[in-house]
C-alpha cells in the first residue's frame, strides 16, 4: 500500500507577516527579560564598562538569533528576510530603551542594532536550514 505524500502549502504573504510580527514580540519580550537579567546582574557585583558593554551586546545578539529562528521556523520559507523583518520590532524596542535613558544615540547603540540584524538574520537561516524528521 503506497503512502501518501503530505506536502506543505507555502504560506501566503500576510499570513508569513502575522507571524513574523507573532515571533517578534516574544523577541521583544525576550529581550526585556534578557536586559532585566543583565541589569541585576550588573548591579550585584561591581562590573567594568566594557563588561557592561559586552553584556548588553550578548543580549541583543541572544535575543535577534531566538526571535529570527523562531519567525522562520513557523514561516518556514525564506529565511534570510524573515529573519530580518523579524529584527527591525527588537531595534525599536531597543531605540525606544536608548532614547529614554538619554536623549542621543551613541555608536554603540549602532552596533547593537547591527549585531541584532546579523544575528536575527543568521536565526533564520538556521531555522530554515534545519531538517525535519519524516515519520511514515
Known sequence: ??????????????????????????????????????????????????????LS????GLSGFVTGFIAVRRVKIS???YGLLSGIPLCLLLMVLTLS??????????????IILISSAFGGITAVNIKRKIRY
Do not use: H, Q, W
Open 57 to 60: 551586546f550578548i543580549c541583543a
Open 79 to 81: 529565511g534570510l528576510l
Open 1 to 54: 500500500m503506497p503512502k501518501a505524500i503530505i506536502r506543505e502549502s507555502k504560506n501566503s504573504v500576510p499570513s508569513a507577516i502575522l507571524k513574523v510580527i507573532v515571533s517578534s514580540l516574544i523577541g521583544c519580550v525576550l529581550m526585556i527579560i534578557l536586559f532585566f537579567s543583565a541589569s541585576a546582574l550588573i548591579f550585584s557585583k561591581d562590573l567594568n564598562g566594557g563588561f557592561i558593554t559586552a
Open 101 to 114: 535613558i538619554s536623549a542621543t544615540v551613541s555608536i554603540n547603540f549602532l552596533y547593537a542594532v547591527i
